[in-house]
């Protein structure tokens, strides 16, 4: 689609001026920045929102899961850090920014493993 839109956009300048291919050229690079943009850089923004409301909702008694892999249960939330208690007891204290997903919302044959 975006090859048909860049042949499109080519048809329409003028041809055999010597100024047409630098046109072009700056046509064709704003609309790759472009491209990028919407594919690259602002699904990224939004993703990287989404896990800051996230980590800012984190509630004593959410069960959590660390980028690292561990499982716990949020005892405690302070400013940057969360104290987590693992299986057997276990206290952890990590960073927010450690927290990646919320526990409860994945499947259930997952918990039980």
């Known amino acids: 689609m975006t090859t048909a839109l860049i042949n499109f956009i080519l048809l329409l300048l003028p041809g055999g001026e010597e100024g047409g291919s630098s ?3 700056f046509l064709m690079m ?6 990028f943009y919407f594919f690259m850089i602002r699904p990224q923004m939004r993703k990287s929102k989404e896990q800051k409301k996230f980590r800012e909702s984190l ?3 959410s069960k959590i899961v660390t ?3 561990i499982h716990g249960k949020i005892l ?3 400013d940057t850090t969360l104290i987590i208690e693992t ?5 952890l204290k990590i960073e927010k920014s450690a927290a990646a997903a919320d526990n409860t ?3 259930p044959e997952q918990q039980q493993k």
């Open 23 to 25: 046109t072009s050229f």
């Open 30 to 35: 704003l609309l790759m920045i472009v491209v």
């Open 59 to 61: 509630t004593k008694g």
């Open 67 to 69: 980028i690292g892999g």
């Open 76 to 78: 405690e939330v302070r």
């Open 87 to 91: 299986e057997g007891q276990g206290r």
């Open 105 to 107: 919302s994945m499947m």
